[in-house]
């Protein structure tokens, strides 16, 4: 055991954040003897499930494979209810590990960290609060969250809106009752595509501004049976195995790809006749498409499934003029964060629905009473905004953090992210990033890729103190390459094609730099990086007494 530091407000470590990766990140910590705080904006713990509490919130990963492995008590003892666990599950399911762990007296809730300075002299790093405390510890790790930073678009005339507004990632606790309310909701990603059917159901009218259709697959969620669970349970550890040697932290055990009952892809379109994918469309409807292995690889063959998922919108969207502005078009499925649905579509065959193709004459300003566009005016009483959020970035920028030398961050990111293997940054010792910008993160089941950051960081925080090391800190050139390697494995994907504009490019928020921000090389193999690094005793670290 390591010997604990610990005089009032000095600690080994500060942890940023009360989430997922924060919560593991302390458990593991405590068990090693180091004195650690974690301070956290919220009043409570679970990060993004705290904050999103929208009508439909819910996680797209199944939820025995969106959960802790860390606890062998922990996977055995709770049972979810539903193959996809929607945000109060989830929440309680945070809450639950909390009070298991007995988390909570480590941690100082309703608090936000303003900046985090690395003092040269004394090689500690300074966290300060906006309530004016001041810690000093000797690991500042951050676990803000890589979609914790809610992004609302300045748009003209927007503080005169007379009406409720509310923002998908900061739902009031609460909740909003809609009833014989109008709605007017702007945003179409995973939260606008998650809320509007739930919203359509309770509003007495629902009036959808679309920049960008997306592509969207059905989710096939449903309860989840005691034998299923149980059979789950039972293989675990193979389970385990699997998520962290996939690509995605994913498996989809028991259901097959994409939550539906499908198999994984293993059929090329590219080889398929038009009378084959008529048949898979009229079997599956908009689950045939993901049975396909070269969209994601080959342009051609993304066009034609593009097809056949537009294809798909007009069978079941009733009005040709909705459907038609419900049609993605100019960019490749699979290059924006894939999103599944419940219901999606059939919500614009309500006539309470109406949507607002922006393609057609964008947003002009937002009125007193909704919002006014070249194609006209439309009214309500609420504005819901599921505009997303300042990506992978946001959090960390929005504090001032200094590293050696007094480097600010913003400074080292101006032309993007760059960090070594997502977990440090060079000029920046001792501070590390969970699901930093590099690292699989957002490409994969979060808690897989917090779980390996965790065990990464608690390692490598014994290794020092085993071997009386100070302070660690990743090269320039270490970093240098990675982020050359992060680009070369994106480049050429659907997710750097030129038409596409996505949050993993920083491309949803005005002024940030066009730089793909996580790493696409799949989880497995991204393991074997960072165990690689480890087994070359830190190879592309500097590690100091
Ligand atoms: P996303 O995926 O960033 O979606 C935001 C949506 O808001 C998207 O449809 C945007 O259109 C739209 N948007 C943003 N700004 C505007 C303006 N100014 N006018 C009109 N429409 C706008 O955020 P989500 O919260 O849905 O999902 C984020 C992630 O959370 C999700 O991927 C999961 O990982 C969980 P655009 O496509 O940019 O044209």
């Known amino acids: 055991m390591i010997q604990a530091h610990h005089q009032s407000s000095e600690y080994d470590a500060i942890i940023v954040g009360a989430g997922f990766a924060g919560m593991y990140m302390l458990n593991s910590l405590k068990k090693l003897g ?3 705080k974690v301070i956290e904006a919220a009043s409570d713990v679970g990060g993004t499930w705290f904050w999103n509490r929208y009508p439909g919130a819910r996680c797209d990963v199944p939820s025995m494979e969106y959960s802790y492995s860390f606890s062998e008590d922990l996977q055995q003892e709770w049972n979810w209810t539903e193959v996809m666990a929607a945000q109060p599950e989830i929440l309680e399911y945070a809450n639950h590990v909390a009070d298991r762990l007995e988390l909570r007296a480590d941690i100082q809730f309703n608090t936000r960290v303003s900046a985090a300075k690395f003092l040269d002299g004394d090689k500690r790093w300074r966290v300060d ?11 500042c790790i951050m676990a803000t969250g890589c979609l914790s930073v809610p992004n609302t ?10 009406g409720d507004v509310y923002h998908t990632g900061e739902w009031p606790h609460t909740g909003v009752d809609f009833e014989n309310i109008s709605v007017g909701i702007i945003g179409t990603g995973s939260s606008g595509i998650q809320a509007i059917p739930v919203i359509a159901e309770q509003a007495k009218h629902l009036t ?3 920049r960008t259709p997306n592509y969207t697959m059905p989710a096939h969620n449903r309860p989840l049976t005691e034998d299923f669970r149980e059979d789950a349970k039972d293989n675990y550890a193979d389970i385990r195995q699997r998520q962290r040697e996939s690509i995605a932290g994913i498996i989809g055990y028991g259901f097959g790809f994409g939550g539906s009952d499908t198999v994984e892809p293993t059929e090329a379109i590219l080889e398929t006749s038009a009378e084959e994918r008529e048949a898979a469309l009229s079997k599956e409807g908009f689950s045939a498409i993901p049975r396909y292995i070269d969209i994601g690889l080959d342009m051609s063959a993304n066009e034609l499934a593009c097809d056949m998922y537009r294809e798909q919108i007009s069978r079941t969207v009733k009005n040709p003029q909705t459907a038609e502005g419900l049609m993605p078009r100019g960019y490749p499925i699979g290059c924006k964060r894939p999103v599944i649905d419940t219901h999606y579509y059939d919500t614009f065959n309500r006539d309470n629905t109406t949507l607002v193709d922006l393609r057609q004459g964008g947003i002009e300003k937002i009125t007193e009473t909704g919002v006014q566009t070249s194609q006209g005016q439309f009214d309500f009483d609420a504005l819901v905004y599921a505009t997303g959020f300042d990506a992978m970035t946001g959090a960390l920028l929005k504090m001032d953090v200094r590293g050696a030398g007094g480097v600010k961050l913003s400074d080292h990111w101006q032309a993007g992210p760059r960090t070594y293997l997502g977990l440090q940054i060079n000029g ?4 590390f990033t969970i699901t930093g910008p590099g690292s699989p993160s957002v490409l994969s089941n979060m808690i897989v890729s917090i779980e390996q950051h965790v065990d990464w960081i608690s390692d490598c925080i014994k290794h020092m103190a085993q071997n009386s090391l100070q302070l660690i800190e990743a090269s320039a050139e270490a970093e240098e390459n990675w982020i050359a390697h992060v680009n070369e494995v994106a480049n050429g994907t659907m997710l750097t094609a030129p038409s596409c504009n996505s949050w993993y490019l920083g491309a949803n928020i005005v002024g940030k730099p066009r730089i793909f921000m996580p790493y696409a ?4 193999t991204y393991r074997e990086y960072c165990d690689a690094v480890v087994t070359n005793n830190y190879e592309g670290f500097k590690l100091s007494a």
Do not use: H, R
Request: glycine share 14%; with cysteine; aromatic share 14%.
């Open 34 to 36: 180091l004195s650690v």
């Open 129 to 139: 609060t906006e309530a004016g405390e001041t810690y000093i510890c000797q690991f």
């Open 153 to 162: 678009p300045q748009i003209d005339g927007a503080e005169t809106f007379k």
């Open 208 to 210: 959808v501004f679309q």
């Open 428 to 431: 920046f010792p001792n501070m």
């Open 521 to 524: 090389g799949g989880v497995g």
